[in-house]
């Protein structure tokens, strides 16, 4: 079974803090990416990676930076916490696939807050 | 804490009935399509995939169908149990496209 984890499972931080967000997979997998969830938003794709070192913006890029330097670790940071970031946030991963995507597998989430 | 659930729309379903939970999309050129299922304070869990040259795809209790005509994907549950109370929501993979959910409440 895929298994992606989270670092932390709930987070509190304070305005200005400097955050970061860590996901693991033990798939092999080659992408990954960081989505934050927000209630009756849906998920919304902040970053992702396709190789090591590799990234590409999603939707909602601001504020936020990622880093990816082994293939099954990709961190999220939030460079100046602020109450806005507040949320959900998923890490998935999936295999290349069928035209470069294929299923996404996700982890448990971190709640962040942030005072 | 706050559930994902919040301001979604709700289906309550009886226990034993089958749950038909939709999702519409816009692209026709959408190619792969996943329903998820997500417990409060959990991630999303994989439930079934349908691939575009597919119209139906079975699973254990679960079939999704695929109407590219109008574009409509849908998941049905079948006999549905208290541990099916969730939101569930598509996505469709290629876009990164996922839908906002539909909260399922399973009264017993």
């Known amino acids: 079974d895929v298994k992606v984890t989270q670092s932390s499972r709930y987070l509190v931080k304070r305005t200005g803090e400097k955050v970061f967000l860590e996901c693991v997979q033990d798939?092999?997998?080659?992408?990954m990416f960081w989505y934050r969830q927000d209630p009756g938003l849906g998920l919304r794709l902040i970053y992702f990676s396709y190789d090591v070192k590799m990234k590409e913006k999603g939707d909602i890029p601001e504020g936020y930076s990622v880093s990816r330097e082994k293939k099954e670790r990709f961190s999220l940071i939030l460079e100046s916490a602020s109450t806005n970031q507040t949320s959900m946030y998923l890490c998935?991963?999936?295999?290349?696939?069928?035209?470069?995507?294929?299923?996404?597998?996700f982890g448990p989430g971190t709640r962040l807050t942030v005072l | 804490g706050e559930s994902v659930g919040l301001h979604l729309p709700t289906l309550s379903v009886q226990e034993g009935d089958n749950s038909i939970i939709n999702c519409a999309y816009s692209?026709?050129?959408?190619?792969?399509f996943i329903w998820y299922k997500q417990e409060s304070g959990k991630g999303p869990q994989f439930i079934i995939d349908i691939r575009s040259n597919m119209d139906k795809r079975q699973g254990q209790r679960v079939t999704v169908l695929l109407n590219k005509t109008v574009k409509h994907l849908s998941l049905q549950i079948a006999a549905t149990q208290p541990g099916d109370s969730a939101v569930y929501f598509c996505?469709?993979?290629?876009?990164?496209?996922f839908g906002k959910g539909n909260q399922v409440v399973v009264i017993p």
């Open positions: 798939m092999d997998h080659e992408n």
């Open positions: 692209n026709s050129a959408s190619d792969y």
């Open positions: 996505a469709e993979i290629t876009r990164l496209a």
């Open positions: 998935a991963s999936s295999s290349l696939g069928t035209g470069g995507v294929d299923t996404q597998y």
